[in-house]
């Protein structure tokens, strides 16, 4: 049976954190979805079109992922796709407290496991919140954020 694994979260913008959480989450799965979630009470930089279009121009020559967007319950749309996974990374232990609280909810609705990728040390000072209040101001962001997801081209001059 195919490994298939959920890495869900809004991506606004994708980080170095994220791709790194990516690279080796493939190691574990034989697939692996980024879930760009719908999250109407977030106020994102880029708009999902244009997330949606990084991410699926940043992994085009991957064949064991898939980047789709949802707008339900995580754990519905893990039983839609087929995911028995669901990827995380943990750069801080409010981080950890908050994604266990969730994967014991999730277990206990669905049993679907939740993997836990602690982020390399390199990448704990890198969140997306942090690169979207560089981008507000203008500033580069080139060491935060894959090169490969031409971030630029899509700000709004």
Do not use: W
Not at 32 to 43: Q, V
Not at 46 to 62: C, I, K, P, T, V
Not at 86 to 96: A, H, K, V
Not at 128 to 137: A, G, P, Y
Request: proline share 3%.
């Amino acid at each position: 049976m195919k490994k298939i694994a959920l890495f869900p979260g809004t991506f606004d913008p994708f980080t170095l954190g994220h791709e790194s959480i990516v690279e080796r989450g493939l190691n574990l799965v034989d697939e692996l979805i980024i879930a760009i979630g719908i999250n109407t009470n977030k106020k994102t930089h880029f708009s999902l079109e244009q997330r949606l279009e990084m991410l699926e121009n940043l992994y085009a020559n991957e064949p064991r992922i898939k980047v789709q967007t949802y707008n339900c319950l995580t754990l519905d749309f893990a039983s839609q796709v087929g995911a028995k996974f669901i990827l995380r990374g943990i750069r801080s232990m409010n981080d950890f407290e908050f994604e266990k609280s969730i994967a014991d909810v999730n277990h206990c609705i669905s049993k679907i496991e939740t993997l836990v990728l602690f982020t390399k040390p390199k990448f704990i000072h890198i969140s997306s919140s942090i690169v979207r209040e560089l981008l507000t101001f203008e500033k580069n962001v080139d060491e935060f954020v894959p090169k490969k997801l031409n971030i630029y081209k899509y700000l709004i001059k």
